[in-house]
C-alpha cells in the first residue's frame, strides 16, 4: 500500500492524507495495446494491480506539475470514464466498474461547470 500512495503522491500531488482505501480489485487486470503501439519501452501491454481511492482533500490538493503522465484532470462519473476509456483499455473499466459499483453509488461528484 505505501507504494500505491506513494505513485498517486508522485502522479498527482495528492498526499496520503487525503485518501482513505475503499477497496481493492482482487486480482490484477491486464490490457493488451493495440500491435502498431508495441514497442520495447511499453511491450505488448500492461497488467496493473487497481484500487478504488476516496479523495478526502480540496482541488488545491492535486498539482500535476511534478508528475510526468499527466497534464490535466476532471472530476467524472466512473460510467462516463469507463466510456471515454480508449477501446482497449474498455474490459478493465468495465470490471472495475462491476467491483467498485457499491462504492460508486454512495459518493456524489463535485459539480462540473458544464453539467
Do not use: C
Amino acid at each position: 500500500m505505501d507504494a500505491v500512495f506513494r505513485e498517486v503522491q508522485e502522479e498527482t500531488g495528492i498526499s496520503k492524507l487525503d485518501l482513505d482505501l475503499l477497496d481493492t480489485y482482487p486480482e490484477p487486470l491486464a490490457y493488451e495495446l493495440p500491435v502498431d503501439a508495441w514497442s520495447k519501452k511499453t511491450g505488448r501491454g500492461q497488467v496493473g494491480y487497481w484500487f478504488l481511492l476516496r479523495f478526502t482533500g480540496t482541488d488545491a490538493a492535486i498539482n500535476l506539475e511534478d508528475g510526468s503522465e499527466f497534464s490535466a484532470w476532471q472530476w467524472i462519473p466512473f460510467d462516463r470514464l469507463v466510456s471515454a476509456v480508449v477501446d482497449f483499455r474498455k474490459h478493465v473499466y468495465r470490471r472495475l466498474s462491476e467491483r467498485f459499483k457499491a462504492h460508486l453509488a454512495a459518493d456524489t461528484l463535485p459539480p462540473t461547470p458544464n453539467s
